[in-house]
């Protein structure tokens, strides 16, 4: 791959990456409540999902998936349903959960692998992300070098920039929370987020 199309393809990862969906979502949710330090385990958990996703996709077995329907709505429908449950969660949650200075003790203790798993399931409940790196990956590949190493750069690259993406927004979603004090405004925030992660769950539902 020449430094043109790798500069292509990183400006292409970083666009598709940066533009707000679940997985961005999540992260400055998760920013909000945990900080953007304890958020740093769930960035892996993302970047872990999105491996999975373009591995599958290199090694064409993302064709599969675009074959079969019933595979595809059984993933569409878990991601889905992952996702409307997260939503009712946040929408139901006390403001009191959002990180302050004062942040409470039952917060702080929050497991670091249930933010691992979460983000993991947010970004792997996305089967058209498969598809996203199925069409992508072929125009970066050349078939004249060599396979195993070209794959290296597209999943290292991918990786470096889902994760800094995430954690843009996980920084972005501390910085937020310390302008709310009041308890009140921290309510509409989680109601406004988690009604969010409702409507984006329904859309994946009603999206061809």
Sequence with gaps: MSLEFWLLYITTIFIASIIPGPSMLLALTLGMRHGAQRTIIAALGNVSASLIQASISIAGLGAIL????????AIKWLGAGYLIFIG???????????????????????????????????AAGNPKAIIFFSALFPQFINPEVAHGFQAIILLGTLAVIAFICFMVYAISGEKIVSFFTAEQFKNRINRIIGGTFIGAGIGLVLSD
């Design 66 to 73: 675009l074959a079969s329907e019933s595979l595809f709505l």
């Design 88 to 122: 009712l969660l946040i929408f139901k949650s006390k403001g009191s959960k959002l990180r302050s200075d004062q942040q409470n003790s039952s917060d702080s203790l929050t497991p670091l692998y249930k933010l691992f798993k979460q983000a993991f399931m947010v």
